[in-house]
Nanobody, 126 residues
Framework: QVQLVESGGGSVQAGGSLRLSCAAS????????MGWFRQAPGKERESVAA????????AYADSVKGRFTISRDNGKNTVYLQMNSLKPEDTAVYYC???????????????????WGQGTQVTVSS
């Protein structure tokens, strides 16, 4: 399985930007897709964005469309999440995850993912 390490979280005021990174290391095959998820206190983990590792096809949750951009650098085995126009409701722990099953319809479904990072805190103040 792949090991995932997130970085780039922090505190920012509303309207600001942050870029999260997820470095993947694996001794086996590359994942089918990579996703970003988040979990706020007292809430369930929810999808944010996902990308296919090979073709770079992307998907976004409605709440972040137009504000967040997911991308990947296959040479560096790294996935990024550029977050712009941040809102207080974006405050959460953000997790990177890897998916090996080749079922695109589940690309934004947390339980479809096989490996998870430790998470990085994002705090947006008003």
């Amino acid at each position: 399985q792949v090991q995932l390490v997130e970085s780039g979280g922090g505190s920012v005021q509303a309207g600001g930007s942050l870029r999260l990174s997820c470095a993947a290391s694996s001794r086996t095959s590359s994942p089918y897709g990579m996703g970003w998820f988040r979990q706020a206190p007292g809430k369930e983990r929810e999808s944010v964005a996902a990308i296919s590792w090979g073709g770079g096809v992307t998907a976004y949750a409605d709440s972040v469309k137009g504000r967040f951009t997911i991308s990947r650098d296959n040479g560096k085995n790294t996935v990024y999440l550029q977050m712009n126009s941040l809102k207080p409701e974006d405050t959460a722990v953000y997790y990177c995850a890897a998916k090996y099953s080749t079922y695109w319809a589940a690309i934004l479904t947390p339980r479809a993912y096989d490996s998870w990072g430790q998470g990085t805190q994002v705090t947006v103040s008003s």
